[in-house]
């Protein structure tokens, strides 16, 4: 039986040790070589924002409604927009709460005057929270929670979080006057029996 030396066994492990080597080497330089995968673009049927009715990337449009209350300010879907006698000098003071039952009519760009509108009576404000405010007239512009479709009213005279909340005429002066039976518990969320929004005191 052959015994092998130390000096050739030395070699061995050294001609083993460089082939492995060699390897590791070649798979490393093999994966550094191969193309990296497109970057992940973003789903274009994904929202990137929020969902928000009261802000678009659109303009939003004013014009006007024609009713039993008279002619008054919507928005291009026909919705009505109401002022707050609480705001003064042109500032919202409805936020919090208030904002969440009476949502300001933003927009990302200048507003657009539709029919019946006064086109140089439309302008925006800032908002404490970054938005910017529609106004008309000087005065911003608001949705009413309690209404669900084009042409309700039912924000009409509501006496909500400090102040009344009326219609707006083309001319920029609010319709002043009940605006009939106040919304019930289930025509407006969170609203007491007596058609108030909780914080907002009694109804008219």
């Known amino acids: 039986m052959t015994t092998k030396s130390p000096r050739m066994l030395g070699r061995v492990a050294v001609l083993i040790l460089a082939g492995l080597t060699l390897l590791a080497v070649s798979i490393g330089t093999a994966a550094a070589a191969k193309p990296a995968g497109p970057a992940p673009t973003s789903d274009p049927t994904t929202p990137t924002g929020s969902g928000a009715p009261t802000g678009s990337a659109a303009p939003a449009t004013v014009m006007t409604r024609t009713g039993p209350k008279g002619t008054y300010l919507v928005d291009g879907q026909g919705k009505s927009l109401y002022l707050f006698e609480a705001d003064k000098g042109g500032t919202s003071a409805c936020a919090g709460p208030c904002a969440a039952a009476w949502p300001p009519l933003t927009a990302a760009n200048a507003p657009t005057a539709g029919p019946g509108v006064t086109a140089g009576q439309l302008a925006t404000i800032n908002r404490s929270d970054g938005s910017k405010q529609v106004t008309y007239a000087g005065h911003p512009l608001y949705y009413f929670a309690g209404d669900r479709a084009a042409g309700d009213v039912n ?11 009326w219609l707006v005429t083309p001319s920029g002066s609010p319709i002043t006057g009940s605006g009939g039976a106040a919304p019930s518990p289930t025509s407006a969320p969170g609203a007491s029996p007596s058609g108030a929004v909780p914080g907002g005191g009694p109804g008219y």
């Open 155 to 165: 924000g009409q005279g509501l006496n909500n979080f400090g102040g009344l909340w």
